[in-house]
């Protein structure tokens, strides 16, 4: 019996005997269990790269810095725009991309939804071709055998926008120390508006706030009324992709973790999750995920707010509202200026397509084909 050990990593910590100490214990191991170790292959320092990755330690700053390499990521992006162009792709071609976008996704956490939608179809594809010859249909498994990209054609569009307004270069920090939970982004939404206030957790003090109102162009692009109450669901989360990306400079490259507060649990889902099987609310929650993963966000702690103690966020969110149906200014907010975030008149800067205007595409949840 033989046994492979292979692309073996490992960190080690303390003084530089201490150090020597357990790289020769670990070698000594290794050599006892009989695995040949590729010296040729082998490296040791502050930086090494590892399954193609580029792994870099800054002990000053106490941060382990991880680089994609451009090559690499630049073949993905060009494969990805021509596999969408095309109406069917080979099983074959399909598998490769997915092996490969599955190792990014090692780095890239908010992508490995679509490793699944790739696996889900491929496997798919494949029962397909089994049941067939089952049947007594003469089709040879091979790997010309074509799939239908309007299969996976949701998750092509995700990973291709993320292509394009991402960096060329992908670069992700992670601190050895724990990322601060100081603010916390407490939302709400009317029929007229929504409403942000960022707050600091430890103080309650309100550091700023803003509002939004609702436009023709969200009528048309989210499916909702001004003035109407029948699509809250939607407003509410909406409220939270604008204000985290209103407030994002706080919040990249992991300096912080995200707190959003809202007294909506259909909003809080799709947050939390990044899906939801209301074709709107999957819309946004796909942006909100697409936001995260571009400015390396790390995952919300997103928490429920009792409507009753939501009074700041409930009156930015009236501003816009008619007089009968505004709120007075809570003492928290006295003297904090709020600030207009205003829509473009082309609408909301959504980086993918809407819900209004590609429905087949947000029917259900994003994870459908993985299920």
């Known amino acids: 019996m033989r046994c492979y050990l292979d692309d073996l990593i490992t960190i080690v910590a303390g003084t530089p005997e201490q150090r020597q100490k357990i790289i020769a214990f670990i070698l000594l191991t290794l050599r006892m269990l009989g695995v040949e170790v590729a010296w040729h292959k082998a490296s040791r320092g502050m930086s090494c790269t590892w399954i193609g990755v580029l792994f870099a330690l800054c002990l000053q700053k106490m941060r382990l810095v991880v680089t994609l390499p451009e ?7 060009s494969e990805a725009s021509a596999i969408r162009q095309q109406s069917v792709v080979s099983y074959a071609r399909l598998r490769r991309f997915t092996g490969k976008l599955s190792w990014v996704s ?18 798919a594809a494949d029962k397909e071709w089994r049941s067939l010859e089952d049947r007594g249909v003469k089709r040879k498994h091979t790997p010309e055998h074509l799939v239908h990209t309007k299969r996976c054609e949701l998750a092509l569009i995700w990973i291709d926008a993320f292509w394009q307004h991402g960096n060329k270069m992908i670069t992700r920090v992670f601190s050895f ?23 600091h957790i430890t103080s309650g003090k309100v550091v700023q706030g803003a509002a939004s109102r609702i436009t023709e162009s969200d009528e048309k692009q989210l499916g909702v009324k001004i003035g109407c109450a029948g699509s809250q669901g939607i407003l509410e989360t909406l409220a939270i992709w604008v204000f985290l990306r209103l407030w994002r400079r706080f919040f990249t490259d992991r300096q912080r973790v995200p707190i959003p507060r809202s007294d909506s649990r259909a909003a809080i889902s799709s947050a939390e999750k990044l899906v939801s099987g209301t074709p709107f609310m999957n819309h946004l929650a796909a942006e909100l995920a697409l936001m995260m993963e571009l400015h390396d966000i790390v995952t919300p702690e997103v928490r429920h707010l009792p409507g009753k103690l939501n009074v700041c966020a409930d009156h930015t969110s009236r501003i816009y509202a008619p007089p009968e149906n505004q709120e007075p200014v809570p003492p928290e907010l ?15 800067p959504f980086l993918l397509p809407s819900a209004s205007l590609r429905p087949d595409l947000w029917s259900g949840g994003v994870e459908d084909e993985a299920e």
């Open 334 to 348: 006295a003297g904090v200026r709020i600030r207009d975030v205003v829509v473009p008149s082309a609408g909301r």
């Open 106 to 123: 090692g780095v890239l956490p908010r992508t490995r939804w679509i490793v699944r939608v790739f696996y889900a179809v491929l496997k």
């Open 177 to 199: 120390k724990a990322a601060a939970k100081d603010l916390a982004i407490v939302v709400d939404a009317s029929p007229w508006g929504g409403g942000g206030i960022l707050v």
């Open 71 to 77: 090559k690499t990521l630049e073949g993905l992006r």
